[in-house]
């Protein structure tokens, strides 16, 4: 197995497992254990943002995302590159809500407002997140096991 294929399918199984480990923090949050909470929650977004880097810079460094595909018969599709785009986008906009929540959740935190006014909205974006996580999880199952496996 290559680097790359180490890369993708490490990227794929974190995707997996993110909602399940979010939803857990959650757990915590509604027991008030806020601090583990928050350390799990900062610490499994850095995880992801770092794989994700991991993952760009191994598709670049192959020859673009085409390269890492190529052997596929569904690459040529309709139905994949939808899918392929849809997953991206639905990634892209999952990650940049987290990141509003977390980065929005520690100025907070540092004023000591919490729970305050930002409890409900971010209870609501945390939802949000989670939904994004379990639909970018089971995308990329499906983007890797046409890619790959089918």
């Known amino acids: 197995m290559n680097y790359s294929l180490i890369v993708v399918y490490g990227m794929l199984t974190l995707s ?6 979010a939803l857990y923090a959650v757990k915590l949050a509604k027991e008030k254990k806020y601090a583990q909470h928050i350390k799990i929650q900062r610490n499994l977004f850095h995880t992801c943002v770092t794989g994700v880097i991991l993952l ?7 020859g673009g995302s085409g390269s890492l595909v190529e052997s596929s018969p569904y690459i040529a599709t309709s139905f994949f590159k939808n899918l392929l785009w849809a ?3 639905g990634a ?5 809500v987290w990141a509003f929540t977390i980065f929005k959740s520690g100025k907070q ?6 729970p305050g006014k930002f409890r409900i ?3 609501k974006l945390g939802y949000f997140v989670i939904i994004g996580l379990f639909y ?3 995308t990329a199952f499906i983007v890797c096991a046409m890619a790959y496996f089918l």
Request: aromatic share 10%; hydrophobic share 40%; proline share 3%.
């Open 92 to 96: 892209v906009l999952t990650y940049i």
């Open 16 to 21: 997996i497992f993110t909602p399940f480990v």
């Open 109 to 114: 935190n540092k004023k000591s407002n919490l």
């Open 121 to 123: 909205t971010h209870r």
């Open 87 to 89: 997953h991206i986008t």
């Open 56 to 62: 760009e810079l191994t598709i670049r460094l192959s």
């Open 136 to 138: 970018t999880g089971i």
